[in-house]
């Protein structure tokens, strides 16, 4: 087998003690060259000739016996140089294809490597990550940095429908845009995250309450009686047109009994509390209904 590169000439025998000691010296030098130098094309191939090389040209086996092994040595550096230039390739891609680094850092799941870098990316930067990875594969976290970074209508959806946590609400109650002609769709994937189903009501009021046409479709539902928890605490907090009168007559129905009583305690008004007080002497009320609330009025 012949090995040459930068005027290295090493020929190696069949005999079981491979190479020389002059060969390795030779084999050590170029090494230290190389690890001190660039890749190249050329020291590449070098190097994977050195890999055969070093397989092929075996030396004597520490315990004798007529056994010899590969030049294990010569081999290690030879693959730490080769992985030394690949991870530099790769480093240098990412530089160069910013898309390619938060994607790696994500294939990485290296979490918080990945959320530093959005926080300091460039828009450009973040366009690319945007179109390499997508919003579908984000999670709480990401979806986080990216609306506060560059916020897409599709990252509030997305939160949304994801997010498990305090914080989360927090920046959908404080930044969402409620004005975007589909708020409707950010709401209803509120109202379906069992996490934040609770907080939905009290950004729904605010977001009835920026339209006169939404207030008074709201009154309209109350009015028809075709109540449910999320709908009475959307309109406790949005307080529509007729809401103490609805939730008073809602008293004369069994049905609808018991939210209303609870509503109208929650509004505390006087015409609430009156009517509540009338409820427990009526000839209407739930016995169990009536006892309740006036153990609320005393």
């Not at 939905?200 to 028809?224: C, F, G, H, K, T």
Request: neutral net charge; hydrophobic residues 45%; glycine residues 4%.
């Amino acid at each position: 087998m012949a090995l040459a590169i930068a005027g290295l000439c090493l020929g190696a025998t069949g005999a079981a003690h491979g190479s020389t000691a002059a060969d390795d010296a030779r084999i050590a030098a170029q090494l230290s060259r190389l690890e001190d130098g660039q890749d190249s094309p050329a020291a590449r191939d070098w190097l994977s000739q050195l890999l055969n090389y070093a397989e092929q040209s075996r030396h004597p086996h520490p315990e004798g016996r007529g056994q010899t092994l590969p030049r294990y040595a010569i081999a290690a550096r030879a693959q730490h140089l080769l992985r030394k230039w690949d991870q530099q390739h790769r480093l240098e891609q990412l530089r160069q294809q910013p898309a390619l680094r938060g994607k790696a850092l994500g294939q990485a799941q290296n979490h918080d490597a990945l959320l530093n870098w959005l926080g300091e990316a460039s828009m450009p930067e973040l366009d690319a990550f945007r179109a390499e990875q997508g919003v579908h594969s984000w999670s709480e976290d990401i979806l986080a940095v990216m609306i506060q970074r560059q916020a897409r209508w599709t990252d509030w959806l997305a939160l949304a429908e994801r997010a498990q946590h305090a914080r989360s609400w927090r920046l959908i109650n404080s930044q969402a845009p409620l004005d975007h002609p589909q708020f409707a769709r950010l709401l209803e994937n509120l109202e379906a995250n069992p996490a934040l189903r609770g907080a939905a009501p009290a950004l729904r009021a605010r977001w009835v309450q920026r339209d006169p046409q939404r207030l008074a479709e709201l009154a309209a539902r109350i009015n028809s009686r075709n109540w449910d928890l999320n709908l009475i605490e959307t309109a406790l907090l949005a307080q529509p047109p007729g809401l103490t009168t609805a939730l008073i007559q809602g008293l004369q129905h069994p049905d609808q009994a018991a939210l209303a009583a609870w509503a109208l305690w929650r509004l505390r008004s006087p015409e609430a509390l009156n009517a509540l007080s009338a409820y427990t002497h009526s000839d209407v009320a739930a016995p169990h209904l009536a006892r309740e609330i006036a153990a609320w009025l005393r």
